[in-house]
């Protein structure tokens, strides 16, 4: 059975010390717990959160250790907990191309994707397409629009770390900017399942 990762939408909707005893897993979706509806720039499947936790700050509480240990608390065995992957990104469009950190303003969801189509949204292979090193050659442009455009085209996507241990990388390019999860930080996703004895990984989705 799939369930949430949200903590307000689990303590709603579901009794997790009676799913615990009829199901023999249950599959989290521990992605999506930020939108690229929000006005700010965010990774939507981190494993933990990058400041220390207070009364002020919501982000504390989005994350995957934050959800396994709710779970935990309220009557699910770890074993039967099994962790959600995402193959894909959330992108955003910067208010501002020079303010790429987590939290920056966002202007609305990124640009689709040529294969996905869908605005906020990449799939892996989108992005890794994306950040193939371009051949910097390009054919005579007719006009000075036309070469302005080529040049925007050529411009290479920069990715950044902010916290290896804590979530995967950020790709921004021009005004735009994707948060996904790499091998890297499934690989420690991997690792954290078998620390705490999580029942497995899955993942969303293969197309």
Request: with cysteine.
């Amino acid at each position: 059975m799939a369930v949430p990762a949200g903590i307000e939408y689990i303590q709603k909707g579901f009794d997790v010390r009676t799913l615990n005893q009829y199901l023999d897993w249950m599959n989290l979706l521990t992605y999506d717990y930020h939108s690229a509806f929000e006005p700010a720039v965010n990774h939507h499947a981190p494993l933990y959160p990058l400041e220390e936790p207070n009364e002020y700050s919501v982000d504390t509480e989005l994350n995957i250790d934050y959800t396994i240990k709710f779970y935990l608390e309220n009557g699910a065995d770890p074993d039967k907990l099994v962790l959600g992957i995402p193959t894909y990104g959330r992108s955003y469009t910067l208010f501002n191309p020079d303010a790429v950190e987590i939290g920056s303003p966002a202007d609305g969801p990124g640009e689709q994707g040529d294969a996905t189509r869908e605005k906020g949204y990449l799939a892996y292979y989108e992005i890794c397409e994306a950040l193939k090193p371009k051949n910097k050659k390009r054919s005579v442009v007719d006009d000075e629009e036309s070469e302005e455009d080529s040049e925007e085209e050529d411009e290479e996507w920069t990715v950044m770390h902010p916290n290896p241990k804590a979530m995967g990388p950020v790709a921004f390019r021009g005004n735009q900017w994707v948060g996904y999860d790499d091998i890297d930080i499934v690989r420690r996703k991997a690792e954290y399942v078998a620390e705490n004895g999580l029942g497995g990984q899955f993942f969303f989705n293969l197309k």
